[in-house]
Every structure is written in structure tokens, then in C-alpha cells.
């Protein structure tokens, strides 16, 4: 079974891929093209909207115990006419986009031409969750916009441990008790008078 549809061949010398995300927010679905200059329509008619100045760094992996985190960042320059978009994320809160999806996909392209006529829908490889905004002011007009995510298995760095004994077990089974870890093997063993 592959990833990619039988009518992609990942392997031809012609074909492309585009890397896309997406961010939902309380004002919609918000999707980009990470790390190219482009205004893309996709076979469900939506629009991504990309820039070589959005980049996405540190996608970790869940090794050692550690939760997979990230950042994607858009760099700017801000046009001292217009308003302000770093004020406008400021005023809206860290709330925003806390716990938002961040969904990735890859787009395949057949061939070149369907950058504009596309036959496959956007491919999703990855979910993170989106957790923190920060900020970087650099001079008069240069700014970066920063967005941290982590994945769904972030909260194993905080979970509860679980004894495996009759209560611990209960837990694990919605109240349902196991009495045969009553007699499980413990470190409190004593000697057989018979073994000298």
C-alpha cells in the first residue's frame, strides 16, 4: 500500500511536490505554501497562499520520551503605511491559535502543468497542535512572526503514573478491578525453610 495514489508515480523525473500547511483559527482555516512564492487552487477549489519568507523548523520526532515540537516562522518586512499584523496577533491573544490544528500535506504534481490544472487533492502526512506566538522586531521594518506546535502526544510528559497494582489496574479498565494482581511477585520475598 503506498501513500501517494496509484496514478502518481514518485519515481518520474517529471513530478513535484509542494509542501503545505494549514492553521485553524477562530476566523477560519488559514493554508500556506512553506517556502515558495506561489498562489495555489487545489482540486476542492481552496486557495494556499506561499512565500519564500515562511519556513518551518525542528520537526521532531517522539524519541526518548520527548514530545515532537516545532516552529513555523513567517519573516516580513513591514510597510510603515499599513497596519501592523504583529498588533493585531498582540491584541487578539495567546488564544488565538492555542490548541488550533496544524495540519501538513504534501501536493503531488504529475507534471508542472498541474500547478495550475491539479488531478490530486492535497495528500495530509502530519497533525500538530498549535500552542504559542512570538515575536521579533529587527530594525525599522523587519519582522518575524513565530508559531510553536507540539503533537498530540504532548501531554506524556505530564501523565500520571500508573501503578500496575488492583487500583492501577481498575484505572486503566474504567473501575473495573483485577483481583488476581493481589498475588502478583513483589521484592518481599522470604526465605523457604527448606533451602538452606
Known sequence: MSFFPSTFDPRD????ILDLMSIDTADGVVRLIIGTDAVFTDTLGRKWYGSQMFSVESMESAINGVA???TATL???QDPAAGSLITS?????ADYID??????????L?????????????????????????????????RSISMGFEAWSEGRRTARRIAINTEGH????????????EFKPSTDF???????
Not at 523525473?13 to 513535484?16: K, S
Not at 496577533?89 to 491573544?93: A, S
Open 75 to 77: 519573516a516580513y518586512f
Open 68 to 70: 515532537p515540537a516545532g
Open 89 to 93: 496577533l498582540r491584541e487578539q491573544g
Open 110 to 142: 504529475c507534471h508542472m502543468g498541474e500547478f495550475y490544472r491539479p488531478s490530486i487533492a492535497p495528500l495530509q502526512w502530519c497533525r500538530r497542535t498549535a500552542r504559542t506566538l512570538t515575536f521579533s522586531l529587527s530594525g525599522a521594518v523587519e
Open 13 to 16: 523525473d517529471r513530478i513535484g
Open 190 to 196: 522470604q526465605r523457604n525453610p527448606m533451602f538452606r
Open 99 to 108: 490548541g488550533e490544528n496544524v495540519d501538513f500535506f504534501v501536493q503531488p
Open 170 to 181: 481498575a484505572t486503566l479498565l474504567g473501575g473495573v478491578a483485577n483481583p488476581s494482581l
